[in-house]
């Protein structure tokens, strides 16, 4: 027997071995995981906090069915460990799963670990684990996501085997290590979303087998560019890369990649013209290769070149988030193999050209969210050509197009068409139809019009997604018509579905958003509909006219949705099964009943926003809020709820608003609420509420922007520890017993002395149950007293900062110190006891719009720096004992003389009693009373200063100042003992 015979018959013994030892594996037989490398999991489990439960099967002997573990068939060794988090983005939300602890060093027994995924987790480790470097056995390593700072670990060079590194979105920093170039099986480098700074090794050009690299940093960093090392790797085929100081001229370097396929460079300062960057980058032999090009998000400027086909082979284009501008060129070239071409947020202007219907492999043209204009009907005939065969996906959303909707028929082959945020207008062509490809329709917030019936429909079996949105649209659809589709999003907010609910949306099983808002629906709500809610993830039927009584389902919602039944008829009481929804608004309607909602026995672990505001509530609000672990929005208002706030709304620990305002509630507010240290607003204005201002407000409420206590019977003065609320935005107490001075400590509002373009605090909820972590954003609208009349405001428009402390009985001088919250937008201290002169700095306040004082005590003249205030458009300082000229200038002039009637002394416009014009005994009048009030200043401010200091500062002016001893007398004789130590206490 030759050699050649032996070793073949030892091969097939040994394959006949192995495949015996699959079998009885397969079998389950005796081979199981190793008992060290089993312990070395169960010590990872142990370090964990698992939250979502991704851990919980480990448990029992054999590790190799753990879910995330696998072994090998032969060995029985763990060779994978696939324990990712998830991280799921939609339009309304994210959802996270993850584990979360400190990696323990026990893993470094799985020597054998070929597989390591941990990505979208958050482990305590501030370090990646410089042991990972010791898993000599690794193939692939993925920790992106997960939260490490620090630097990559050197060890990570030993790592013969290892051709996936992915370091993604983390907070790595310092240098990238030069070990790294030691990696010669590496085939994937994702460095992406880092603080790197320095240049790039040089070392890396070592890496042979390199097929896509990724080296784009996050904002601030300095990750070097492509010339900062041998970028011309025999094999790479995907480069991505950011860097701030990018230039056109970098793209010479990238020419030179031969085998380059796709090339991204995104995030970048780019300020040059695209065509002097597409020049460099065809200058070599990387148009031979490239096929994907992305050019996102970057600063580039100048228009579309004419020619990109300079580019022969190249198949997806993309030019979105720069500042090109002009006409795409009507003559354009474009490569003939172009599959992709998207040009999303620029400036572009004009049409679509001709030339673009005649790329016969176009699939996909995203022009949205620029200046296009003309009739859409050309704009579509532009792309007759052989495109209309190929093309699958348009976007033309967010432009200028007008005209009706054209025949779409055309293309045989579109799936998905976005028409929305146009001009279009017209009535729908009778007679239209869409092909039977179309899986999305959205052509919401335009002008059309017209009956749409169902033969419109009638090819679209595969139609998932419809928005007609913001139309004028009238569906006459037959009560009998059964749908050729199921639908995912039905969105006909605007459009007039009703008078009847329509039955046909019983037949669809895929429903996740329902919007038939504002749809002149008038109509008994059937069962049948209320179990289609159960489904789904949004539902919208506001605004229409439905009635009934919602039953309380056994069934749970299979979803966390945003319900939103806000302005109908419905009535009863609350069903429990609505808890399970995430956003709630019940609002405007009949509702008399909420205590089984609130007190049913389960918790409401995802309710994170509850609107029950302007109902037929009554009675007590009902004492059972600890069961709400996420809410962050209540809103009871003006219902008709009495007796006392609940103190259990004190364990609603993430609350952010509060609003019970309108109601009948008496008593104090309850201590408990101090524990709601997440507010940003509180408003219990319009009540029967009573007692002193809680200090805890103050000193535990640190986060609130919005107060209102206003019309309710708060007595005793205003709490200084309100002064630590810096973020405040508007305070209002008015109309209540408040008496004492102001505080001077309102200069401490800082949030009222700083500009600002948004809010600070960027209004959102986070719930945590057990499908993982979602994040929602909530409005607040708020109802404040605006220049004399109530309105409603709505975030953004929050940045307006006011104080009301109008219809109390506070008394003292205008603090100097508001001078000073010059982003102050309205004032009003009207209806008070407050004296002194108008503080002469006012007109610091430039963003002044609103300055009521009327109906105090003032004396002295009107400040002539009132008059530097631009916006003032509302202005009372009526029925006070002002004197003087009414400061000139063209905005004082332009009140009614309702502004300063019953102030005695005043004189000029818009009054009709005229200043003298030689007039020295108003003018010495004016003087003495000048001088009287400066004594009292100065003598206070002495007294504020110590005596010893006081005394002698009283007693000098007196002995130089023949006017100020002659006041100083009449002082004495005048100011009884109560008004002086009044204000000596008020000068502390």
């Not at 690299?213 to 011309?232: K, M, Q, R, V, W």
């Not at 999003?489 to 019983?506: N, S």
């Not at 008496?739 to 948004?758: D, H, S, Y």
């Not at 000229?885 to 009709?912: D, K, M, R, V």
Request: hydrophobic share 40%.
């Amino acid at each position: 027997m030759s050699v050649v015979m032996m070793r073949m018959n030892n091969l097939i013994l040994i394959e006949a071995v192995l495949l015996l030892l699959v079998c009885a594996t397969a079998a389950g037989g005796a081979v199981k995981c190793a008992e060290r490398e089993r312990q070395a999991l169960l010590d990872f489990k142990a370090a964990m906090v698992d939250d979502y439960g991704i851990l919980s099967s480990w448990k029992g002997r054999d590790c190799c069915h753990w879910n995330g573990v696998r072994c090998s068939n032969l060995t029985a060794h763990v060779i994978s460990l696939d324990l990712h988090g998830d991280f799921i983005v939609n339009e309304y939300s994210y959802i996270e799963r993850f584990l979360r602890g400190k990696i323990p060093r026990s893993l470094v027994e799985l020597q054998h670990l070929r597989y390591l995924n941990l990505n979208s987790n958050r482990f305590e480790d501030y370090h990646i684990p410089e042991f990972f470097g010791n898993l000599t056995s690794l193939r692939y390593l993925d920790l992106s996501s997960c939260g490490f700072g620090g630097r990559i670990p050197t060890q990570f060079g030993s790592l013969p085997h290892l051709t996936y590194l992915n370091l993604f979105d983390n907070r790595l920093e310092g240098s990238i290590p030069y070990q790294l170039g030691n990696l010669s099986k590496l085939q994937y480098l994702n460095l992406d979303l880092n603080d790197f700074q320095g240049t790039i090794p040089s070392q890396l050009g070592n890496l042979s087998s390199l097929h896509e690299l990724y080296l784009a940093g996050s904002e601030g960093s300095t990750p070097a560019t492509s010339n900062h090392f041998d970028i011309t790797m025999q094999s790479l085929e995907r480069l991505q890369i950011s860097h701030d100081q990018i230039t056109a001229r970098d793209f010479k370097s990238f020419a030179n990649i031969c085998t380059l396929s796709s090339l991204e460079v995104f995030g970048s300062d780019l300020t040059e013209d695209l065509e002097s960057i597409l020049h460099n980058l065809s200058a070599g032999c990387v148009t031979h290769s490239l096929q994907e090009l992305y050019l996102e998000n970057n600063q580039m400027t100048g228009s579309i070149p004419e020619d990109l086909s300079i580019f022969p082979f190249l198949k997806e284009l993309s030019l979105d988030f720069n500042q090109l501008r002009g006409k795409i060129p009507d003559n354009i070239r474009l490569p003939s193999q172009l599959k992709a071409l998207s040009i999303i947020s620029n400036s572009i202007q004009g049409g679509i050209p001709k030339s673009f219907g005649n790329i016969c492999s176009l699939a996909s043209l995203d022009l949205s969210h620029n200046t296009l204009t003309g009739e859409l009907p050309v704009a579509i005939h532009h792309l007759s050509g052989c495109t209309r065969y190929s093309l699958q996906y348009l976007n033309l959303q967010y432009n200028q197009f007008n005209g009706t909707l054209p025949d779409i028929s055309i293309f045989p082959s579109l799936t998905d068409l976005y028409l929305s945020q146009n001009k279009l207008n017209g009535k729908v062509p009778e007679g239209i139809q869409f092909l039977s490809q179309l899986e999305t329709l959205i052509m919401n917030s335009n002008s059309l019009e017209g009956v749409i019936t169902d033969s419109l429909f009638h090819n679209l079996s595969k139609l998932k997604v419809l928005d007609l949105t913001g139309n004028s649209f009238v569906l006459k659809i037959n009560p009998d018509w059964i749908p050729p589709f199921q639908l995912q999003v039905i969105m006909l907010q605007h459009c007039m579905v009703g008078p009847y609910l329509p039955k046909w949306l019983q037949t669809q099983k895929n429903l996740m958003q329902l919007d038939i808002s504002n749809a002149g629906i008038s109509d008994i709500t059937p069962e049948w509909f209320w179990a289609l809610s159960t489904r789904l993830n949004r539902m919208n039927i506001s605004y229409n006219n439905l009635t009934g009584i919602i039953p309380d389902f056994p069934l749970r919602l299979t979803e966390y949705p945003s319900i939103n039944l806000a302005a109908n008829q419905f009535e009863g009481s609350i069903p429990a099964f609505l808890r399970r929804a995430v956003s709630l608004d019940l609002s405007n309607n009949k509702f008399s009943d909420v205590t089984s909602f609130v007190c049913a026995n389960d918790t409401a672990e995802g309710l994170g926003q509850l609107d029950i505001s302007k109902n037929y509530l009554s009675g007590q609000i009902p004492d059972c809020w600890e069961n709400f672990k996420s809410l962050a929005y209540i809103d009871v208002s003006n219902n008709n709820f009495s007796g006392q706030v609940p103190t259990s709304m004190g364990s609603v620990v993430e609350l952010r608003v509060l609003i019970l305002r309108n109601n009948s509630l008496t008593g104090e507010l309850p201590s408990s609420m101090k524990h709601c240290k997440n507010l940003v607003m509180l408003d219990a204005g319009e009540n029967k509420l009573s007692g002193i201002i809680p200090s805890w407000i103050g000193s535990s409420l640190q986060q609130l922007q919005m107060l209102s206590l206003r019309k309710n019977h708060f007595f005793g003065s205003i709490p200084s520890s309100l002064c630590f609320l810096n973020g405040i935005r508007f305070l209002d107490l008015s109309v209540n017993h408040l008496w004492g001075p102001i505080p001077k400590c309102f200069i401490n509002f800082t949030a009222m002395t700083t500009q600002e373009r948004f809010l600070p605090d960027y209004h959102s909820y986070i719930v945590n149950h057990t499908l993982g972590i979602y994040v929602y954003n909530y409005d607040i609208i708020a109802l404040l007293m605006w220049k004399g009349v109530e309105h409603i405001f709505e975030n953004d428009k929050l940045l307006l900062k006011g104080i009301d402390l109008s219809s109390n009985h506070l008394s003292g001088d205008i603090p100097s110190e508001l001078e000073n919250l010059v982003e102050l937008v309205s004032l009003n201290l009207s209806r008070n006891n407050l004296t002194g002169k108008i503080p002469s700095g006012i007109g610091r306040l430039l963003s002044l719009e609103s300055l009521d004082l009327s109906r105090n005590h003032l004396f002295g003249s009107i400040p002539s720096s009132l008059a530097q205030i631009n916006f003032l458009s509302v202005l009372d300082l009526s029925h006070n004992n002002l004197s003087g000229q009414i400061p000139t200038g063209t905005q004082l002039q332009s009140f009614n003389a309702s502004s300063y009637e019953e102030n005695q002394n005043l004189c000029g416009l818009p009054l009709e009693k005229m200043c003298p014009k030689d007039g020295p005994h108003q003018e010495s009048l004016i003087k003495t009373q000048d001088e009287n009030d400066g004594f009292i200043q100065a003598f206070f401010a002495s007294m504020g200063l110590g005596f010893f200091v006081g005394f002698w500062g009283i007693f000098g002016t007196i002995l130089f100042n023949r006017s100020w001893r002659h006041a100083y007398f009449r002082f004495l004789n005048n100011i009884t003992e109560k008004r002086i130590s009044d204000h000596v206490l008020a000068s502390f």
